[in-house]
């Protein structure tokens, strides 16, 4: 076989390559304005953020802490500067070069940044840290989370105000406090709609008490979030929460299948905005996490020297989180509802009413 | 498979003897613990109340009546039955016989009705619910083994169905998107799923580098391409690249409304009559075609196909190629079939379940479809029973189609045989 002798060492060249160009971490593009023309007052301080492999247009956590830090970039003109991960992979080196440019501040963005945020925070004692949505403790990191059981429980008056049926329904992608938070937030506003109302509204899929419900067991398969879905419209359920990422968008297909009658509320972004076109007039609203404003403060704080590790959490107190308008669905919603969930949201924010789960954040 | 079947026919008398003293007690053992596992749960931890079986949608124009059955009545009755079929199975197996099938799809079956009965109490259990959830969540399954089947049948292990099946989802969105048309986007599929199988041939066939190394890294491969290319096209432009239009729902008429096999055979998507039609055309061509004698020749005995002029080397990679292109329509299946737009990982492992229906249903293509119909039954009844309110907690019930399989394989299904030359490259 001379032809095949000859040929195996350059297909084996070339697969390797081709290995290469699909697992290797892709080429850093590095995005930002150019050191500020108003850079005077603070000229040395410098700001870098590193995404998960969402990537900048995530319209989620990436999106949004990007917003956050360029604002803060021309609020105070420092430099910043966003390092984009393409795989998994890339996390903790991008983590490495974000501290290697020397920058006091860097922000990370995810539970996949974790373990490689850690590693560098404990090995650069100096530098201070954020990460988003996920708690992480050392003396340079000051997680930013969210309270999203303020803003789920204001979901779940609506949801119980707007469901026909008299069952609403919830499922997860895993049974992880970050999870369940969303899930025990609507079912107490299910229990306040119930109580205020005299209805028996039932929630399917999430049991507070026992802390356990339904999950899908994984974030990727659209298919099982459809089978659960279409298993709760079976069930009579028109109002449905997925808390489980992509997965959701399998439920979303199952109700657009079922004839488009039941609703979806849609969480961490306005699904009205980011969901495909097709499932987008299901939307009766989305639980929105919002760090841009986050980002600002804890850098303007930051430049300011002030900064510790204590978790910023965000409330609909301070804007942190909260829910979506109602867009197509929202001649579900009554006056009297929307004036409810208005009154609702006045008391939590004033501490009258105070929403508990198991899962919420502390702030150390 | 005629070759080997001659040899132990002409050698029957002789092995007679030697077969009658085999006693297997695998089935009934599975049945007896089966039974015990009843016993606690039914009848010794049973649940007051009614059991009402939903055989049809609300929707529909014939309405079969609800089944309302007692629950601890029932239980005892199941219990009873089922001790009597493994009592059934031990006294065969003490008088040299073997266990028949249908003895264990009866057990099974009444197992099942005894399960759901117990697990529904109080509640009411969509029948039809449960069958059609099983076809949404089998159909990637079954796409995948019987791509699965055909490449092994010709002797090369395809451990890249998940890859074939992530391109062919990745590729299916984009291109249904862009043309604007979802046969478009099916036909991207095939085409992607062929060109990561011509990977696989061409290490596995031409340069006989190990199939399983080549298999695992196209998966990663794979994996590593089409989330690079989401983060940096498609989600960068979605309603360009990621807004595929989804098969619409086809429904045939008249025989769509017959309850429960209506919805199931004939109110399904473009991609599940296809299906269906590719495990009837699989079998067929396999066992009854030309083609189908070539292709397990070469997979059984590449030396003797050669001698009689089958290119095996040819034949091979023709063959991993259509697995291909039969594993990326079930990666469409994902996209334009379900939910409509690509995900990072959507897969989710799938590929690998499917790998393990081949095997499970013996490089059988009608086997390996009911194998993932077994496991899409099982991940739906835990999704289902989750949503009736069952006593299970949730991490145990998302173990029930893992369980199942296990079960499945170690207790009833008999020795699994490869085709003899799977996974040896041929060299002349």
Known sequence: MPKSAFLRPLVLLSAAGLLLAGC???PDTSTGPSPSESASANADYCARMVTNSGGLQDRSFNQSSWEGLQSAGEKYGIDVQAIVSKTETDVGPNVEQAVATGCQYVLTVGWELADATLAQATAHPDVHFSIVDEQVDAPNIKPIVFNTAEASYLAGYLAAGVSKTGIVATFGGDNQPPVTLFMDGFSDGIDQYNQVHGTTVKLLGWNKAKQD????????????????????????????????GQVGEGAAAAVVDAGGAASLIWVDND????????????????????TQDAVISIVGGDIDGVFDNSAFIGTLKNGGVEIAPFHDRADLVSTELAGEIDQLRQQIIDGAIVVTSPSTPSSN | MSAVSQTSGAGADKIVLEKAFVKNWKAPISFGVVTIVALL????????????????????????????????????????????????????????RKTPLWIVAIFAFLFLVGFLAW???????????LLLGTVALSAPLIFGALGGVISERSGVV????????????????????????AFAGLFGAMVAGMLVSFVLAAFAIKYLVDQIIVGVVLNVLVLGLTSFFYSTIMTANPQMFNQPARFPR??????????????????????IYIMY?????????????????????????????????????????????????????????FTLGSVGAFNKEMTAGAGFIALAAVIFGQWDPLKATMAALLFGFATNLQSVLGVIGSPVPSEFMLMLPYVVTILAVAGFVGKSRAPAADGKPYIK
Do not use: C
Not at chain 2, 251 to 270: N, R, W, Y
């Open chain 1, 271 to 290: 699904g009205f905005e980011t969901l495909p076109a097709e499932f987008r007039p299901i939307v009766l609203t989305s639980v929105l996490k919002n």
């Open chain 2, 277 to 333: 039609v590719t495990v009837f055309v699989v079998w067929y061509g396999l066992f009854h075609t030309r083609w189908g004698l070539r292709v397990r020749s070469v997979g059984e005995h590449p030396q003797a196909a050669d001698t009689v002029g089958i290119k095996v080397g040819v034949t091979r990679f023709w063959n991993v190629s259509l697995a291909g292109a039969v594993a990326g329509m079930g990666g469409a299946y």
């Open chain 1, 213 to 244: 419900g339904e999950f899908t067991g994984d974030y990727e398969d659209t298919t099982k979030g459809k089978a659960k879905a279409q298993a709760f419209l079976d069930a009579g359920a028109d109002v449905i929460l997925p808390v489980a």
């Open chain 2, 41 to 96: 749960l039914f009848v010794l931890n049973g649940r007051e109340g009614t059991s009402s079986f939903k055989l049809t949608a609300d929707a529909t124009a014939i309405q079969l009546p609800v089944i309302q059955l007692p629950t601890v009545a029932t239980g005892i009755v199941i219990t009873v039955l089922l001790a009597g079929l493994t009592a059934y199975s031990a006294y065969r197996v003490q008088t040299e």
């Open chain 2, 119 to 129: 697990a529904g109490a109080g509640a009411s259990i969509p029948v039809y619910g």
């Open chain 2, 250 to 271: 086809i429904e045939i008429p008249v025989l769509s409304q017959i309850p429960i096999i209506g919805p199931l055979l004939f109110q399904q998507t473009i991609i």
């Open chain 1, 24 to 26: 290797a971490s892709a």
């Open chain 2, 158 to 181: 395809n451990i890249a169905i998940e890859g074939q099946m992530l391109a062919g989802a990745f590729v299916s969105a984009m291109v249904a998107t862009l043309t604007g048309n």
